[in-house]
């Protein structure tokens, strides 16, 4: 850092399992990226080509080198690899990874129905030469999952193989962990945490409410994706405690408590 501050939460240094950032490119041009990776690459661990962008990407091979080159590892958004397994071509993009060396891999079942077992078996096969993430909740906001088919599907994706799950959120923060109107869905959020360790989930969380919410229940360190790529700093910032929505929730209670109550006192003094 560029000087030094007390009562500042520790952070892992990369390559890190826990704290883990997710930013969402959703087709930065190579020098967006390049001017991305000076601004933010020391805070960034991976990059997903949000949903089926690769497709159309310009020098996307460069892309992922240049990703790759600055310690961020990038992968495919689990809607691409939806759309090969709808195609009955799996086999087809396990043959893309390798084209393009990419170690990172999502599974996901967001948009259509895989049935459990078979994901799974996916997982586990993908497992033994790549690093998977698997994908949990549904994109469509009209499909009820129960709290106990989360907490299990996680469970055994989990065992299959997966570094983390991804609990859903998309890139609208309205569906799977989070209400329509983008507030957390703290029951079903409360169910999962009892069984599942937070560390082995990575929540999407593209705004900053949902960010804060999440810091301030699982602390700096929690797993948050989906970031937007000129939020990846302010983000950072959430988790040291350097923004006014988490500036006492890393400092001394004592400290805390004898500003809260300064600052209790000058608004009393404004109101009179």
Known sequence: MNFELNHIPKREEKPREKGVTMMMDKGLSMRETENFIDASGHL??????????SYVTKNFKEKIKLYQDNGIQPYLGGTLFEAFYARGMV????QMLDKYNLDLVEISDGSIIIPHDEKCELIQSFAKDRTVMSEVG????????SPAKWVKWMQTELEAGS????AEGRESGNVGVFRPNGTAHTLLINRIIAKINPNDILWEAPKKTQQ???IKLFGADVNLGNIAPNEMIPLETLRLGLRGDTFFDFLPADYAERLKQVN????IVEED
């Open 264 to 267: 209790d006192e000058e608004e």
């Open 212 to 214: 804060v919410w999440f």
């Open 163 to 166: 570094w983390k799950v991804i």
């Open 91 to 94: 086999k087809e993009y396990l």
């Open 138 to 145: 549904s994109k469509d906001s009209g499909i009820i999952v």
């Open 44 to 53: 960034t661990d991976v990059v997903k080509f949000g949903f089926g962008t």
